[in-house]
């Protein structure tokens, strides 16, 4: 397996497997209904283009055998001018296939190296609180809860 930086080349399977990560979130919580047919969508494809030339963000895919098998979405998060810069894991996806077998945390590090090169102390992501295997993961590897949003349907 190879660990690289999105082309342009690979943005329709990044595209499929950012629309599976949804597509689970779709199935758990009615707040995040998807819009399906975006995620084939030049408005889709052109954002993701513009990603992988913004220097501030670092998408990286894990390749095996010439297919994207997962992907991992950073960037530099600019907060309050008086609140430091943190480093944002923003989205994270492994085919399933290919789960369990150290896929995700050689993305974690990769990206974790690139924030420290970048001078930040600290990394933060948001998952769904309701999406066990990735709770369970990120509590595995040292992340600690630190926000919390609410909801209510109005």
């Known amino acids: ?7 342009k080349e690979d943005i329709k399977q990044v595209a499929l497997l950012r629309y599976k990560l949804y597509l689970s979130w779709d199935s758990i919580d009615p707040i995040d209904k998807l819009d399906k047919k975006y995620f084939r969508s030049q408005k889709h494809y052109n954002l993701l283009n513009r990603w992988i030339k913004d220097r501030k963000r670092l998408i990286l895919v894990a390749e095996e055998k010439g297919k994207i098998i997962a992907f991992f979405n950073s960037y530099i998060m600019e907060r309050a001018p008086f609140l430091q810069k943190v480093g944002y894991m923003a989205e994270g996806y492994v085919d399933p296939k290919h789960r369990r077998q150290g896929t995700a ?4 590090t990769r990206t974790r190296d690139w924030f420290r090169k970048n001078k930040l102390k600290w990394i933060v992501l948001s998952t769904h609180s309701l999406d066990k295997g990735a709770n369970r993961f990120w509590r595995n590897r040292g992340y600690k809860a630190f926000n919390i949003f609410y909801k209510k349907r109005i």
């Open 1 to 7: 397996m190879k660990i690289r930086k999105l082309k």
């Open 105 to 108: 945390a050689m993305l974690v």
